[in-house]
């Protein structure tokens, strides 16, 4: 993490020192630390507070599994399982939400449950195993939606429906 002295900050702030001072008297922004020798220095999570900039929660990272009928309950379980073994192998904790719906419908519990983690910021990571399992169709869509709220989307395999070309036939 960045620190900025109190130099630096009335620079990118426009303010004086003396109100950057004040500020640290009335409780309004507290340096993140004080030096022995009296310097302030503020985080770039304080810096982006006063801009007024959202300050990235660290969310939890949520691992979704889907599949369109419950025929494919199965596969839906086989989806889970090797879910959990990709995120146990990244050592971080983790939850798994599951939805059974077609993907082109855009009502599924899951999906919103998913959608609104991002907004409300308290998932930082999504990782599907394919790309359709989170939406057939507008994926860019739920992407961007995912940057907008810093939030990553990871499809662990991007190779799924790509073919091998056959040059000779």
Known sequence: MRYYTIHEMT???????QTLRNWDRSGKL???HTSPNGYRYYSEDDLNMVL????????????Y????????????TRQIDNMQMYLLAQGKPFEII????SGINYKRKGLQDLIRGM?????????????????????????????????????VD???????????G
């Open 52 to 63: 007024g900039k959202s300050v990235k929660k660290q969310g939890k990272t949520v691992g």
């Open 119 to 155: 907004a409300n910021r308290s998932i930082s990571k999504v990782v599907v195993l394919y790309k359709d399992r989170l939406t057939r169709f507008g994926f860019e869509l739920i992407e961007y939606l995912a940057e907008l709220y810093d939030c990553e989307i990871e499809v």
């Open 158 to 168: 991007t190779n799924r429906y790509k073919r091998p070309c056959n040059m000779f």
């Open 30 to 32: 507290k340096p993140h």
């Open 65 to 76: 599994c889907r599949v369109s009928s419950p025929k494919q309950k199965d596969d839906l």
């Open 11 to 17: 620079k990118i702030l426009g303010v004086t020192a």
């Open 98 to 101: 599951t939805d059974i719906g």
